[in-house]
């Protein structure tokens, strides 16, 4: 396993919208487990997706099992070729992103979502999330259509933060 190079602003790559999935062999796993030790060895961070790391296919992993306020979950999750069916009730939001290390920002997300995925062997997947996995979910499934949190937030001038300190390992 590897720790991948991370993307961050003012990176062109990120703006790339990534492809569906097609192919569930050992180089897609391989490349998963490289994508979560990334993860991991990030400041914090609940979700990665794969356009962070250089490589543009609808690939992310979600995990708010480990929050310091638990919060309802899944557990650890590997989702591929991701889609969103439905969405339900409107709130702001914190948000913060490997990508965009030095800053926060306030997002308005769906409270609500059921979504479809695969998992890395191609089978099918499917989850009623609510909350702040709902939340972690969409803001990683941006991502996947070149999308920044940065790009959601109402004013730059009143609902983007910057960071005093970026604590490795804080939830």
């Known amino acids: 396993m590897a720790i991948l190079e991370i993307l961050t602003i003012p990176d062109e790559r990120l703006k790339q919208e990534s492809a569906p999935v ?3 062999d ?3 796993r391989a490349f998963i487990a490289d994508l979560e030790e990334t993860r991991q060895a990030g400041p914090g961070a609940v ?16 995990d708010v099992s480990k929050m310091k306020k638990p919060v309802p979950n899944h557990g650890y999750l590997v989702l591929i070729n991701p889609e969103i069916s439905h969405w339900e009730g409107y709130e702001v939001g914190r948000e913060g992103c490997l990508s965009v290390p030095d800053y926060t920002g306030n997002v308005i997300r769906a409270t609500q979502i ?3 995925a695969q998992d890395p062997f191609g089978e099918p997947l499917e989850f009623d999330m609510e909350g702040f ?4 979910a969409q803001h990683e499934m941006d991502h996947l259509d070149g999308l920044l949190f940065i790009d959601r937030v109402v004013s730059r001038r009143t609902d983007l933060f910057r960071r005093k300190v970026y604590q490795k390992g804080k939830g």
């Open 26 to 28: 050992d180089e897609l």
């Open 114 to 116: 059921k979504l479809k």
């Open 133 to 136: 996995e709902a939340r972690a």
């Open 22 to 24: 097609e192919r569930f």
């Open 47 to 62: 979700g990665i997706a794969a356009p962070q790391v250089n490589r543009f296919q609808r690939i992310l992993i979600l």
